[in-house]
């Protein structure tokens, strides 16, 4: 009998097994714990995509969730490059834990290639509305700032997202860019029944790139 059959089932589904009591809010919080350190000895893909299921939750007290979610990005990084493409799916299908995400991903690829991570999931969500913009935020504030020939035209389509705080979060990106399709745009987004915050965002990104009305 192997290990992963005397602690109740096959190794990845085990680790599946064990999703509840990481997602578990209340009750003993030694349940949890012990649940996630099983799952960091495992070494499965599906134990990285159970482990990054704890950031979709918050625990009282607010120091032992900070804790936990330390260790678990500890835990994390100690799968390697094992960890990249579970990591990777998770950013792709979950609209929480993006932020944490993109953390275990820098601490396991160059910066290139988180860029391309991020802006391949920019790409697929600029055309989706979401109730919560959160991951929307957090992929922009990663690319600002970065030069890299792929960014622009993967926010130029958040100019015109129903989140004003989406809005001024691509301006904040493009504006040290000076990309010439995005003129328009945001030269529109200047004037009009633009929110006041979304105007100055736009006066602001448009001085910066050199744009003129």
Do not use: C
């Given at each position: ?52 299921h ?10 032992t ?19 990249v ?21 820098e601490?396991?690829l ?104």
């Amino acid at each position: 009998m192997g290990i992963f059959d005397f602690l109740g089932g096959s190794g990845p589904d085990k680790a599946l097994k064990l999703k509840p009591k990481v997602t578990q809010k209340y009750g003993d919080p030694n349940s949890r714990q012990k649940a996630l350190q099983q799952l960091g000895e495992m070494k499965f893909p599906e134990a990285v995509t159970v482990l990054m299921h704890r950031y979709t939750i918050t625990v009282e007290p607010l120091t032992t969730d900070a804790d936990e979610k330390e260790h678990v990005f500890e835990l994390i990084k100690g799968f390697g490059k094992d960890a990249v493409a579970p990591v990777t799916d998770f950013l792709r299908k979950n609209e929480q834990a993006t932020s944490w995400a993109i953390r275990v991903l820098e601490a396991l690829l160059t910066e290139a290639e988180v860029t391309t991570i991020a802006v391949e999931a920019l790409s697929a969500l600029s055309s989706q509305y979401m109730r919560d913009p959160q991951k929307k935020i957090v992929l922009l504030h990663y690319i600002t700032g970065k030069q890299d020939e792929r960014i622009a035209p993967a926010v130029v389509p958040y100019l015109e997202d129903m989140a004003d705080d989406v809005k001024i979060a691509a301006l904040k990106a493009l504006g040290p860019l000076k990309f010439e399709p995005a003129r328009e745009p945001i030269l529109r987004l200047t004037q009009g029944d633009t929110a006041r915050r979304v105007q100055v965002a736009a006066l602001q990104a448009a001085e910066e790139s050199g744009f003129k009305a």
